[in-house]
């Protein structure tokens, strides 16, 4: 059984008796996901190095969270646990880790797409470095093969919003980005039927 989720309490219950610096960690490791590096999880937690290390001894001997030695990532002991943890996250203050997540991890070189993934889910601001962010992911997304990742990163960049010169360089750049196969094929008129194309 999913650590957590018995009868003795939800998430939430449980996290808050390991202790504030426990659940910070623990909600910092459902925000980033596979990106959860020990160091990177207390940045986003905003603990010490030894705080950090504490709750995250805790965290595992109540088999809510493994790994982690070295720079291992931290994961959940069942994916259950994570989307539960993230759950219970107040919606305010998840907003607020993924924006800290989002510095984290670009302070850590990670690259943008790993910190567009949490600017996604922030709400605009008008920052220019954001606008940035948000279109070299795009550009990343689109040389992997990804338009619909690269559609969503420029949607999102349009609604930071973009300065009037960053605007037109970002609708370009929608333009250009390939539309998903459904929405491309969904304007198109729909083949007659083969019978009707018959004699009658």
Excluded: N
Aim: net charge positive.
């Amino acid at each position: 059984m999913p650590a957590g989720t018995g009868r003795d309490g939800g998430p939430a219950e449980c996290l808050e008796r390991l202790g504030a610096s426990a659940v910070r960690l623990a909600w910092a490791a459902a925000v980033l996901g596979a990106e959860a590096a020990p160091s990177l999880a207390a940045d986003v937690a905003a603990l010490e190095p030894g705080e950090a290390a504490e709750a995250r001894a805790r965290l595992t001997a109540a088999r809510v969270l493994t790994g982690g030695e070295g720079e291992r990532p931290l994961r959940f002991s069942h994916p259950l646990t994570a989307t539960a943890v993230h759950r219970s996250i107040p919606p305010a203050l998840r907003v607020a880790v993924h924006g800290q997540a989002a510095a984290v991890v670009a302070g850590a070189g990670r690259g943008p797409k790993a910190a567009a993934r949490h600017l996604l889910e922030v709400h605009p601001e008008g920052d220019p470095a954001v606008v940035a962010t948000l279109r070299e992911a795009a550009a990343e997304y689109l040389r992997a093969g990804a338009p619909e990742a690269a559609r969503r990163c420029l949607e999102r960049a349009l609604r930071e919003p973009p300065g009037p010169r960053e605007r037109a360089a970002v609708l370009h750049e929608l333009d250009r980005c390939p539309l998903p196969a459904r929405l491309a094929t969904a304007g198109r008129p729909r083949a007659a039927p083969a019978r009707a194309l018959g004699r009658r």
